[in-house]
């Protein structure tokens, strides 16, 4: 059984930074793409970032420069770290990992919220 399980967010003031974790379990993460994706109150959810397996990271427009996507095969954990945040990161920022044959899997999120 598939798991992913993401942690670290929280509440940090503008200018802050914060590193989120997405734990796999039931899955290799280094033989498939992940990503990190969010959702603001009312809007729909859009990447922020992607790893390939191929080694490759994309970026949202929005965010580059000032997060970065990484992994850590031995934990078997992508890590999303998060600098100079605005009140535009708010949001509930979720992991993916995609593979061959329609495997689509996702976390459950973890809220982020950036606030004075």
């Known amino acids: 059984q598939v798991q992913l399980v993401e942690s670290g967010g929280g509440l940090v003031q503008p200018g802050g930074s914060l590193r989120l974790s997405c734990a796999a379990s039931?899955?290799?993460?280094?033989?498939?793409?992940m990503g990190w994706y969010r959702q603001a109150p009312g809007k729909q959810r859009e990447p922020v970032a992607i790893f390939t397996s191929a080694l490759r990271r994309n970026y949202a427009d929005s965010v580059k420069g000032r997060f970065t996507i990484s992994r850590n095969n031995a934990k078997n954990t992508g890590y999303l770290q998060m600098n100079s945040l605005k009140p535009e990161d708010t949001a509930i920022y979720y992991c993916?990992?995609?593979?061959?044959?329609?495997?689509?899997?996702w976390g459950n999120g973890t809220l982020v919220t950036v606030s004075s």
């Open positions: 039931g899955i290799i993460l280094s033989i498939y793409t």
């Open positions: 993916n990992v995609v593979g061959p044959k329609g495997m689509d899997y």
